[in-house]
């Protein structure tokens, strides 16, 4: 169940392509690494994988819209192990070496194979049927903030506040089937700044200076993250004059949004008038990126996308898996913001970084 449109590459990438993008951000391996031996890094990631196992084998047994979900269950926990056992032997195995790319992509296509569409379905209509309800009071709360930076800053910290919620980190996706967490909590309790990268200075003098025409978001996870994090975001551009494309994924990836998802929020928080809490969306658009992951690699975008991104001035790519684990790097012709919380402690190492750090990359064109 690959995704049905054609990719092409990200027109905003600078060029050429090839000799300047590279989707994973930490190398796992290096040319002069034995090719028939994982290296340290390989093991430690595999690793990683193998640990989430258990969450994602819980999270599928629970599927009630699969027949014999359990027996499912048991088949995709043990076909995932089998494949990220064998990368442990031989590194060149299914298509193999591995990055962060292929073992999401293997993950994906065995629970696909197995009978699994949407293991994360319940719990995102939950979590946006949560994070709907508080959409208002956190718009009010930000629109009260009169000091522009002040509020700029406010709507960065919901951002990140929101990307907690996500269901690929073992460790959350326990914090969450405990007590789920509390938004305004989590916006409090950042760590505190200078964050690992932190351009936040630089974007808010810039984001007083001009305004951008058109802005491409990579979004995130479901629940708090788009509702509350992002959204309020959007908001803000759009009251700036900006147009914004929210690109979310064509097919289900844990918990992150997926385009008809979104298409069903943004009409659940618009009002009779087509308005977002006072403000008009006639220059909101939502996108199918055609990405199945919760990464992404841009040089394997949708045509649409491609066509509506062709113009824009400021690409933004949200949380962990488009912006940090992929994309940090990425160079663009225009401007762009990498935003997201890192969450696994070996992002946090290759950092320089704490666990739940903060990176906000802030890169700029000279217009």
Known sequence: MESSCELVPFPLLTTPIESNYRACTIPYRFPSDNPRKPTPTE??????????????????????????????????????????????????????????????????????????????????????????????????????????????????????????????????????????MSFLASCQNLVPRPWVIDDLDTFILKWGRKSWKKAIIFVDNSGADIILGILPFARELLRHGTQVVLAANDLPSINDVTYSELIEIISKLKDEHGQLVGVDTSNLLIANSGNDLPLIDLTRISQELAYLASDADLVILEGMGRGIETNLYAQFKCDSLKIGMVKHQEVAQFLGGRLYDCVFKYNGVLS
């Open 43 to 180: 093991l430690s990631w595999i690793d990683l994988f193998l640990n989430s196992i258990p969450s994602f084998r819980k999270r599928a047994e629970s599927d009630e819209t699969v027949v014999d979900a359990h027996i499912k269950a048991e088949k995709f926990a043990q076909r995932y192990t089998e494949i990220l056992e064998d990368f442990k032997k031989d590194p060149e195995s299914h298509g193999g070496p591995p990055d962060c790319v292929l073992l999401c992509r293997l993950r994906e296509q065995v629970l696909r194979e197995v009978g699994f569409r949407d293991i994360f379905k319940k719990v995102k209509d939950e979590e946006n049927a949560k994070a709907i309800t508080l959409f208002e009071d956190v718009v009010h709360l930000n629109d009260a903030i009169e000091d522009g930076t002040k509020r700029v800053e406010n709507l960065v910290r919901g951002v990140f506040a929101g990307n907690i919620f996500d269901l690929g980190s073992a460790q959350l996706a326990e914090l969450f089937s405990k007590d789920g």
